[in-house]
């Protein structure tokens, strides 16, 4: 891990985290940015799987990551584990204020990654929501892409792109790096 980068768990967490990338049959490829602040993406999220490969790898890695998870999964006894993982619920029914939030927090701390699922579902949509780049350019942080490609079992960690505030031609650039033949079900990417 580079110095910047937030630091979370101890020799043992991160052994956990490896063995259970090799358990679920992953690697990581790429490499994580020197940077104190960032928002990650990972993509394609269309399965429940997604969450624990995802935990599998902030373990083995060591960084220390909050993310975005609706209120429903954490439940007790889950609930508690989830936020000690770095979750932060979120109830999707109720709209506003998280994209000013999350931009206000990564603003005013020192370090900060934050990590988002930019379709905001497992179901298929016809466009990935902006909180994720609405944060990062308000915030000054780059947007680090992050693909989970189950044909290859490899969690890929991407360069990081600084938003221009150019949304559509950002967007199109970050998109690029993906396609529906990485996700468990692509039918829904």
Known sequence: MPPAVPRWGNPLTRAFGRAALRGFGWRLAGEIPNVPKLVAIAAPHTCT???FVGLAVLLALGARVHWFGKDTIFWWPLGPVLRWLGGIP?????????????????RERDRLCLALAPEGTRKKVDRWKTGFYRIAHGAGVPVLPVALD???GVAQIFEPIVPTGDYEADLARIQALYCAGMARHPERY
Not at 90 to 106: E, F, H, I, M
Request: aromatic share 4%.
């Open 90 to 106: 979120v109830d999707r029914a109720r709209a506003g204020g998280l994209v000013g939030q999350a931009t206000r927090l990564l």
């Open 49 to 51: 799987a997604d969450v």
């Open 150 to 152: 189950y044909r290859r």
